[in-house]
């Protein structure tokens, strides 16, 4: 009787009609993962309803589900973490230098964009779809660096001359990557994806850089990329293994 009694409870509990959570879908990029994925549980949703005066309207209810990486690469800036370094990120771009170069990059494709047609534009993005593709990148990580890809037609022309400087910049650095001899897809993908003692990555690899989402973070690594180039004394090393 004790065995049948137990397995009367098993089944109750089988029944029961609470509702659990069993996919997250990232509102941003569309990655979408189940309960039994580790990326699962890396999603962090904000849900409330707007008060008295609030821009979203009062009673308004407002919710988002974002994966980590468009937490971090949104957001990241400004994220509090144990860890974090002491010196801020936003160092970067208190620079006026870097910033006055980075508009006058943005100001340069902005009349190119306007001289381009439609089809030359499409090619244009496609051959920097196939870079990141020969640098292993997941389908994730294109609509993170390529984003609005796949709906080109339909976006503003301040995205699409966004998303055509992510373009150009990926070509060039495919380019100095061919001078510098890491040209194959084995040499590129181990060397843009292993944590970098470079000052521009911090200890981060070069693409966990760039998946930051910033067109400054993209400008970062090119730089990076140039100097080598331009001072053959300063290191292609990266970390060792597990620092």
Request: hydrophobic share 35%; glycine share 6%; proline share 2%.
């Amino acid at each position: 009787m004790a065995g049948k009694t137990e397995r009367l409870k098993v089944q109750n509990t089988t029944t029961t009609s609470a509702q659990v959570l069993t996919e997250m879908l990232c509102d941003r990029c569309g990655l979408t993962a189940k309960h039994f994925d580790r990326e699962f549980y890396e999603f962090r949703s904000v849900d409330f309803t707007g008060g008295y005066d609030s821009l979203f309207g009062d009673g308004a209810n407002v919710a988002i589900d974002l994966c980590q990486y468009c937490l971090q690469s949104q957001l990241g800036r400004w994220l509090r973490t144990s860890t974090a370094s002491q010196v801020s990120e936003r160092k970067r771009y208190q620079n006026a230098s870097y910033i006055e170069s980075m508009w006058a990059a943005l100001s340069g494709w902005w009349v190119r964009l306007h001289e381009t047609s439609d089809e030359d534009f499409k090619l244009f993005i496609q051959s920097a779809a196939k870079v990141l593709a020969r640098w292993g990148c997941s389908s994730h990580e294109v609509n993170l660096l390529l984003p609005d890809l796949d709906r080109c037609e339909e976006i503003s022309s301040m995205a699409r001359c966004e998303l055509m400087i992510r373009a150009g910049r990926y070509s060039h650095m495919a380019e100095i990557l061919k001078r510098l001899s890491l040209d194959s897809p084995n040499d590129a993908v181990s060397w843009l994806r292993r944590p970098s003692s470079n000052p521009s990555c911090s200890g981060q690899s070069a693409l966990q850089v760039m998946l930051r989402g910033g067109l400054e973070d993209i400008f970062e690594i090119e730089g990076m990329l140039q100097a080598m180039i331009e001072s053959p004394s300063i290191s292609l090393t990266h970390s060792p293994a597990g620092h």
